[in-house]
């Protein structure tokens, strides 16, 4: 079994394409979206209400998970589940951090976001990777990717980073930018996505 691999990214950074080509690159199973879809299933919830933490507040069960998947699919995951009034944030933590464990046990896999890199960071079978860019790399990155000026792409950039700073910060009182929780923080703006791949695969 290989080691797991956490990546976490800046947004516009290209961080996703890159981990996507090192998961194909070694054969590793890749883990973004999913996350949410298994935790779902694991919390046992229908389209009830579940604590974001994001914002602090309470959003129904499909309006958080609709940010990953589609509506149909969140039906089909949840027809069968017990109707829950509201998931407080520990059954939250509690599910995510089961979800965490149970990926990296399974090893050969590549995990994208959702604080993998707190909540794993004291295995030694997980590398742990973070994404970087300057912003001028990343608001054309983006605005070229989604078809958007580079005034929009930096508005979508900053509300983006900020948003994943107050997660780790409510979720695990960890700032997601420290170097100190990588094993190596790659700079996209200078190193090209096969390389950054070649690197990372020297972790392993």
């Known amino acids: 079994m290989g080691k797991s691999i956490t990546i ?9 394409e890159m981990a996507r080509a090192l998961a194909e690159s070694l054969g590793y199973e890749y883990i973004d979206k999913a996350i949410v879809v298994d935790l ?15 914002d602090g507040g309470y959003l129904a069960l499909a309006s958080f998970i609709s940010k990953f998947i589609s509506e149909s699919t969140i039906q089909t995951i949840v027809s069968q589940s017990k109707d829950l009034a ?3 944030s520990e059954k939250y933590r509690t599910g995510l951090h089961g979800l965490m ?22 295995r030694a079978d997980v590398v742990h990777v973070r994404a970087v860019a300057p912003l001028e790399f990343k608001k054309k990155f ?14 979508i950039i900053k509300a ?5 700073r107050k997660y780790h ?14 094993h190596a923080v790659i700079n996209l703006g200078m190193v090209t996505r096969p390389v950054a ?5 020297k972790l392993l």
């Open 160 to 164: 983006k980073e900020e948003e994943r």
């Open 169 to 182: 910060e409510k979720m695990f009182k960890q700032d997601n930018r420290d170097p100190k929780l990588y």
């Open 197 to 201: 791949v070649e690197m990372i695969k």
């Open 40 to 54: 779902a299933k694991k919390m046992g919830t229908s389209t009830g209400m579940v604590s974001t933490l994001e």
């Open 101 to 122: 464990n149970d990926l990296a046990d399974r090893g050969n896999v590549v995990i994208v976001g959702r604080g993998g890199q707190c909540i794993l960071q004291n």
């Open 8 to 16: 976490s990214r800046e947004h516009g950074c290209g961080g996703l």
């Open 86 to 88: 509201y998931v407080n």
């Open 142 to 155: 983006l605005a070229s990717k989604v078809s958007i000026t580079l005034r929009e792409a930096e508005t």
